[in-house]
């Protein structure tokens, strides 16, 4: 007995962890109101079965709140992250949701707040939700993954914010939602642009364009491939003798290597203006196959190249302040 | 959309025509937008727009020049399932479907003003359940729940709802109605005794099987014969058609009863007539009325108001009693004749009038005359024209009571005997399931009064005369068994009494619902509560009780919407007792391998125990299936480390 008792309680506790809230709609005040419509009809009429029937549909109301309170409970955002985008694309999230329940939950709506305004008025905090995005249903006991994507607002870490989950199944009539603070957050790089032309490589780096003319043919030998080595670099013939995935390495690539200084973008004005510039030429560089480096002034990347490499270099333009 | 149709389907009964196929056309028109993608009218389809607008402003025209308003009850109903059909083809948004769907739930309550039965109560379940469904698929994205599944969960919040439903019918306090005026039309005619009477007419009445009232005696029941339910009391003819006494006059005084018989007392639920006659058996205790009735002159319960709803009142009867024995205020009224009509009945009158001076004879006369000439009681006579009682007494000979007692009436005032006719109804039938006796309308019956000196009115039935089985063992006896049952088993005793059996026990169930389900109104809920240890309950109380019921349930059915009892896996739950017994604790990413090897180490001379426990508990919980549960129950429970 006392077991039920504490199986109970500590269902109740699960229950109560996170705050749910619950309004009728609008159309629960349209049901309501025909509620009380047929009630004062029956009452006019002293009719039985019209009792009766707006009795059932004010106890369908009440057990529809119940069944949208369980719509909601128990479900956890237990993870979620995000693939850097450039400023102007959206960012998509993926969430992890778990439903804890052992019920189908179904058409749940998320919506996030990204910004937190501080007001006098306390029903502040229930809007400025916004970005609604329906997933139609979570399975019991399972995590469900969702992708749910924001437009980015600018260079830097862009917060998730405070997401709601709300729904409105079964009937309609009530909202319920509940609230999910965290703090994930996406790299939004620089938008690259600008119209400045890449700085020659020559004109900046140590070696000189003669080794250019022979650089294709300085080839240094095999690299076992890592991720992030580009494809065209790829040795195909070795693959086709023994199947694995080498990477030809030359004594210096073709294009030599470029060092983007902060000073060579001085002539534009404005800060973002840099940034995107800067972030326009790795991407050129990087696509033209050079090493490059970057130097800002809070920050010196050396020379390499590969997609880990331009994710340093993006993300350092992202959080440079 | 099905939810709808159904809803509207039991108006289709009451409503013109045209209205159904109004409706049922809108709703194919819908359908085959859904299957053939035929047009609705919308800003883009003007022609289907212009088409729906000139059907709608047409119902409206038609149901002006049927019912004359649009407000009355048959009316706004009429109305209401016309317009509803029209919305069905121009739903387009979310606020649209539910608009439909909560004016689906409304037609429902619609039905009741014309049945209260049962079915109609299930037919509402039904309703609500695929409107429910239907706001379920409304509400859910990409149409991920199957149609089964939608009406499942409907069922569902149906079931759950029902509890709460019954505290609320129970508790809730009851107002009595009217709150407003009640449209005209509100309560329509039904069929029943007539305060007048057209030959005829009561002919017509006996092929209804519809219930005129129920009665349940408190302990005897008086034999079959004396069972006359005394109703209007006819004095006034025009020849065709008998009235009653000008109310005003009759209403003055009470007659002078002297009874002397047993009293039996018992309890009538009478079913609406929208009339103010109460039904009463012959003759009822005038100190023990019922509050808002009174009695007339002529012996007739009367309700101050209409009998609009189904009513039950308590009586006693004494079925031997002379009616104003020495004078009558009307006894003129009695020996009214038309003038210039009947001239042949009235020559027969005289003859008699010429044999004899003394009523009792006069009578007997009478009663011989019908007795010993070719006289039959028929249920369907012949159609008569001219001189209806000329005719019937000397040519067509067959009739039913009223012919009788009218033909009777007749014969004894022209020979200068008081008479007068009263209506009503004669015999019933026990329902042996419940033992309430149920009086049909095809019961109705007509008999005679006849005033004299020192005797008062006595009650004359001439119908027994011709038909005895009618008065002394009810109607069915008289009526052919194709009357009393469908045409298609009438053929067969045996399948007809399986029938009557049937009908009894559906009839008793009827009567339950009446009295307890329909009937229950303040005055029902304030006994019932008074019951349950109320002893008066006031609607203070009444909320209170309904607060804390509510409650109740309420936290007992979310118990249930919510607990769901961890159907735990055997293997696991016998893995965990084994970990247990270790009294060593299991890291939260520790395996059951690394595990075993720890509690190996714990204790050694168990070793192959927890090898074997670990490898089974392996086996069953994530490879194949080939160990049983019953072996790794067997180690686990012999498994000790404690006792060495």
Same mark, same amino acid.
């Given at each position: 007995?006392?077991?039920?008792?504490?199986?109970?309680?500590?269902?109740?506790?699960q229950?109560?962890g996170r705050r749910i809230f619950i309004v009728?709609t609008?159309?629960?005040?349209?049901?309501?109101?025909?509620?009380?419509?047929?009630?004062?009809?029956?009452?006019?009429?002293?009719?039985?079965?019209?009792?009766?029937?707006?009795?059932?549909?004010?106890?369908?109301?009440?057990?529809?709140?119940? #069944?949208?309170?369980?719509n909601i409970a128990k479900i956890e955002i237990t993870h979620a992250h995000a693939k850097p985008v450039y400023c102007g694309n959206d960012v998509s999230f993926t969430l992890i949701i778990d439903n804890q329940s #052992?019920?189908?939950h179904y058409h749940i709506e998320i919506s996030a707040k990204q910004k937190q305004q501080r007001s006098w008025n306390p029903f502040r905090s229930l809007s400025g939700y916004s970005y609604p995005q329906p997933l139609a249903q979570l399975k019991?006991q399972q995590a469900t993954r969702f992708s749910y994507s924001l437009p980015s607002q600018q260079r830097g870490k862009q917060p998730l914010g405070k997401l709601r989950i709300a729904s409105q199944f079964?009937?309609?009539?009530?909202l319920t939602w509940s609230y999910f603070p965290n703090d994930y957050t996406a790299i939004i790089y620089p938008k690259p642009e600008g119209t400045l032309p890449l700085p020659n490589a020559a004109e900046h780096g140590q070696k000189i364009n003669n080794q250019h003319q022979k650089g294709m043919d300085d080839f240094a030998g095999f690299k076992r491939y890592r991720t992030g080595d580009p494809i065209h670099a790829i040795a195909w013939k070795a693959m086709a003798r023994d199947d694995v995935l080498r990477t030809k390495q030359f004594s210096n690539l073709q294009g030599g290597r470029l060092m983007l200084n902060w000073q060579d973008v001085a002539q534009l004005s404005d800060i973002e203006a840099r940034l995107s510039q800067l972030c326009k030429w790795i991407i050129q560089a990087e696509s033209a196959g050079i090493s490059y480096g970057l130097t800002l002034p809070n920050n010196i990347i050396h020379y390499d190249h590969g997609e880990a490499h331009r994710h340093r270099c993006l993300t350092a333009l992202a959080l440079y302040e | 959309?099905?939810?709808?149709?159904?809803?509207?389907?039991?108006?289709?009964?009451?409503?013109?025509?045209?209205?159904?196929?109004?409706?049922?056309?809108?709703?194919?028109?819908?359908?085959?937008?859904?299957?053939?993608?035929?047009?609705?009218?919308?800003?883009?389809?003007?022609?289907?727009?212009?088409?729906?607008?000139?059907?709608?402003?047409?119902?409206?025209?038609?149901?002006?020049?049927?019912?004359?308003?649009?407000?009355?009850?048959?009316?706004?109903?009429?109305?209401?399932?016309?317009?509803?059909?029209?919305?069905?083809?121009?739903?387009?948004?979310n606020?649209?479907?539910?608009?439909?769907?909560?004016?689906?739930?409304?037609?429902?309550?619609?039905?009741?003003?014309?049945?209260?039965?049962?079915?109609?109560?299930?037919?509402?379940?039904?309703?609500?359940?695929?409107?429910?469904?239907?706001?379920?698929?409304?509400?859910?994205l990409n149409?991920s729940?199957?149609?089964?599944?939608?009406?499942?969960?409907?069922?569902?919040?149906?079931?759950?709802?029902?509890?709460?439903?019954?505290?609320?019918?129970?508790?809730?306090?009851?107002?009595?109605?009217?709150?407003?005026?009640?449209?005209?039309?509100?309560?329509?005619?039904?069929?029943?005794?007539?305060?007048?009477?057209?030959?005829?007419?009561?002919?017509?009445?006996?092929?209804?099987?519809?219930?005129?009232?129920?009665?349940?005696?408190?302990?005897?029941?008086?034999?079959?014969?004396?069972?006359?339910?005394?109703?209007?009391?006819?004095?006034?003819?025009?020849?065709?058609?008998?009235?009653?006494?000008?109310?005003?006059?009759?209403?003055?005084?009470?007659?002078?009863?002297?009874?002397?018989?047993?009293?039996?007392?018992?309890?009538?639920?009478?079913?609406?007539?929208?009339?103010?006659?109460?039904?009463?058996?012959?003759?009822?205790?005038?100190?023990?009325?019922?509050?808002?009735?009174?009695?007339?002159?002529?012996?007739?319960?009367?309700?101050?108001?209409?009998?609009?709803?189904?009513?039950?009142?308590?009586?006693?009867?004494?079925?031997?009693?002379?009616?104003?024995?020495?004078?009558?205020?009307?006894?003129?009224?009695?020996?009214?004749?038309?003038?210039?009509?009947?001239?042949?009945?009235?020559?027969?009158?005289?003859?008699?009038?010429?044999?004899?001076?003394?009523?009792?004879?006069?009578?007997?006369?009478?009663?011989?005359?019908?007795?010993?000439?070719?006289?039959?009681?028929?249920?369907?006579?012949?159609?008569?024209?001219?001189?209806?009682?000329?005719?019937?007494?000397?040519?067509?000979?067959?009739?039913?009571?009223? #012919?009788?007692?009218?033909?009777?009436?007749?014969?004894?005032?022209?020979?200068?005997?008081?008479?007068?006719?009263?209506?009503?109804?004669?015999?019933?039938?026990?329902?042996?399931?419940?033992?309430?006796?149920?009086?049909?309308?095809?019961?109705?019956?007509?008999?005679?009064?006849?005033?004299?000196?020192?005797?008062?009115?006595?009650?004359?039935?001439?119908?027994?005369?011709?038909?005895?089985?009618?008065?002394?063992?009810?109607?069915?006896?008289?009526?052919?068994?194709?009357?009393?049952?469908?045409?298609?088993?009438?053929?067969?005793?045996?399948?007809?009494?399986?029938?009557?059996?049937?009908?009894?026990?559906?009839?008793?169930?009827?009567?339950?619902?009446?009295?307890?389900?329909?009937?229950?109104?303040?005055?029902?809920?304030?006994?019932?509560?008074?019951?349950?240890?109320?002893?008066?309950?006031?609607?203070?109380?009444?909320?209170?009780?309904?607060?804390?019921?509510?409650?109740?349930?309420?936290?007992?059915?979310?118990?249930?919407?919510?607990?769901?009892?961890?159907?735990?896996?055997?293997?696991?739950?016998?893995?965990?007792?084994?970990?247990?017994?270790?009294?060593?604790?299991?890291g939260a990413s520790e395996g059951?391998?690394d595990?075993?090897?720890?509690?190996?180490?714990?204790?050694?001379?168990?070793?192959?125990?927890?090898?074997?426990?670990?490898?089974?508990?392996?086996?069953?919980?994530?490879?194949?299936?080939?160990?049983?549960?019953?072996?790794?129950?067997?180690?686990?429970?012999?498994?000790?480390?404690?006792?060495?």
């Amino acid at each position: 007995m006392t077991r039920v008792f504490s199986q109970l309680y500590q269902r109740f506790n699960q229950l109560r962890g996170r705050r749910i809230f619950i309004v009728p709609t609008r159309f629960g005040f349209l049901y309501s109101g025909f509620i009380l419509l047929i009630l004062l009809g029956a009452i006019n009429y002293s009719n039985s079965l019209g009792h009766i029937l707006a009795f059932l549909l004010a106890s369908l109301g009440q057990i529809a709140m119940l #069944h949208s309170y369980r719509n909601i409970a128990k479900i956890e955002i237990t993870h979620a992250h995000a693939k850097p985008v450039y400023c102007g694309n959206d960012v998509s999230f993926t969430l992890i949701i778990d439903n804890q329940s #052992h019920y189908h939950h179904y058409h749940i709506e998320i919506s996030a707040k990204q910004k937190q305004q501080r007001s006098w008025n306390p029903f502040r905090s229930l809007s400025g939700y916004s970005y609604p995005q329906p997933l139609a249903q979570l399975k019991p006991q399972q995590a469900t993954r969702f992708s749910y994507s924001l437009p980015s607002q600018q260079r830097g870490k862009q917060p998730l914010g405070k997401l709601r989950i709300a729904s409105q199944f079964p009937m309609g009539i009530f909202l319920t939602w509940s609230y999910f603070p965290n703090d994930y957050t996406a790299i939004i790089y620089p938008k690259p642009e600008g119209t400045l032309p890449l700085p020659n490589a020559a004109e900046h780096g140590q070696k000189i364009n003669n080794q250019h003319q022979k650089g294709m043919d300085d080839f240094a030998g095999f690299k076992r491939y890592r991720t992030g080595d580009p494809i065209h670099a790829i040795a195909w013939k070795a693959m086709a003798r023994d199947d694995v995935l080498r990477t030809k390495q030359f004594s210096n690539l073709q294009g030599g290597r470029l060092m983007l200084n902060w000073q060579d973008v001085a002539q534009l004005s404005d800060i973002e203006a840099r940034l995107s510039q800067l972030c326009k030429w790795i991407i050129q560089a990087e696509s033209a196959g050079i090493s490059y480096g970057l130097t800002l002034p809070n920050n010196i990347i050396h020379y390499d190249h590969g997609e880990a490499h331009r994710h340093r270099c993006l993300t350092a333009l992202a959080l440079y302040e | 959309m099905l939810g709808l149709t159904l809803g509207a389907l039991p108006h289709f009964y009451y409503q013109p025509i045209w209205v159904a196929i109004l409706f049922l056309a809108m709703i194919g028109w819908r359908c085959m937008n859904i299957w053939q993608a035929w047009p609705l009218p919308s800003i883009y389809y003007k022609k289907q727009r212009w088409i729906q607008r000139s059907i709608a402003a047409l119902a409206i025209i038609l149901l002006l020049t049927h019912y004359g308003n649009l407000i009355g009850r048959d009316a706004g109903v009429a109305l209401l399932t016309v317009m509803l059909g029209l919305k069905v083809t121009e739903i387009r948004s979310n606020r649209d479907y539910y608009l439909s769907s909560f004016l689906g739930y409304f037609l429902v309550v619609t039905n009741f003003f014309y049945s209260q039965s049962m079915i109609t109560a299930g037919l509402m379940f039904v309703v609500v359940i695929i409107m429910t469904a239907s706001l379920i698929s409304l509400n859910d994205l990409n149409q991920s729940i199957t149609n089964k599944l939608k009406t499942k969960l409907a069922g569902q919040m149906l079931l759950q709802a029902v509890p709460l439903m019954v505290i609320l019918f129970i508790f809730f306090p009851r107002i009595s109605g009217p709150l407003w005026g009640l449209p005209d039309d509100a309560y329509n005619a039904k069929t029943g005794i007539d305060n007048s009477m057209t030959l005829g007419a009561i002919s017509k009445l006996i092929q209804s099987d519809e219930v005129a009232f129920r009665v349940k005696f408190d302990d005897t029941i008086p034999e079959q014969a004396n069972l006359y339910w005394r109703g209007p009391v006819l004095w006034h003819s025009d020849g065709t058609t008998w009235t009653e006494l000008n109310e005003q006059k009759h209403m003055a005084s009470q007659p002078n009863i002297k009874s002397s018989s047993p009293i039996y007392r018992y309890t009538t639920t009478i079913e609406p007539h929208n009339n103010n006659w109460l039904f009463a058996l012959d003759f009822p205790l005038s100190l023990a009325i019922p509050d808002n009735t009174y009695f007339t002159q002529d012996g007739q319960l009367k309700s101050n108001d209409k009998i609009k709803q189904r009513k039950q009142y308590s009586l006693s009867s004494q079925t031997q009693f002379t009616f104003n024995a020495e004078q009558d205020l009307f006894i003129q009224q009695a020996l009214q004749l038309p003038d210039q009509l009947h001239p042949r009945t009235r020559q027969l009158a005289q003859k008699w009038r010429n044999q004899t001076g003394k009523p009792n004879e006069l009578i007997q006369l009478a009663i011989n005359y019908f007795n010993q000439q070719p006289f039959y009681y028929t249920l369907e006579p012949p159609v008569l024209t001219g001189d209806i009682i000329d005719q019937f007494l000397f040519e067509s000979r067959q009739g039913f009571c009223e #012919h009788y007692a009218a033909s009777f009436t007749v014969l004894m005032r022209a020979a200068g005997v008081p008479t007068r006719i009263v209506t009503g109804y004669q015999g019933g039938e026990v329902n042996p399931v419940d033992n309430f006796f149920v009086i049909r309308q095809r019961d109705a019956h007509a008999w005679t009064e006849v005033w004299i000196q020192d005797q008062g009115w006595i009650r004359i039935d001439p119908t027994a005369a011709v038909s005895k089985e009618r008065i002394e063992q009810g109607m069915s006896t008289v009526m052919p068994l194709t009357m009393r049952s469908p045409l298609l088993i009438s053929h067969s005793q045996k399948l007809a009494e399986l029938w009557q059996t049937l009908r009894n026990n559906f009839d008793a169930l009827d009567n339950k619902w009446n009295q307890w389900i329909l009937a229950y109104g303040p005055k029902l809920q304030k006994q019932f509560l008074s019951k349950l240890g109320m002893p008066n309950p006031n609607w203070q109380q009444m909320v209170l009780w309904l607060g804390i019921l509510i409650s109740t349930t309420l936290l007992l059915i979310s118990l249930v919407i919510f607990y769901h009892r961890k159907r735990r896996d055997p293997i696991v739950h016998l893995y965990q007792k084994f970990c247990h017994k270790t009294a060593l604790k299991r890291g939260a990413s520790e395996g059951p391998v690394d595990f075993a090897e720890r509690v190996k180490q714990q204790y050694p001379h168990h070793a192959k125990t927890i090898d074997q426990i670990s490898q089974l508990y392996i086996n069953l919980h994530y490879g194949d299936q080939s160990a049983s549960i019953g072996q790794l129950k067997e180690v686990v429970k012999e498994f000790n480390p404690k006792k060495k």
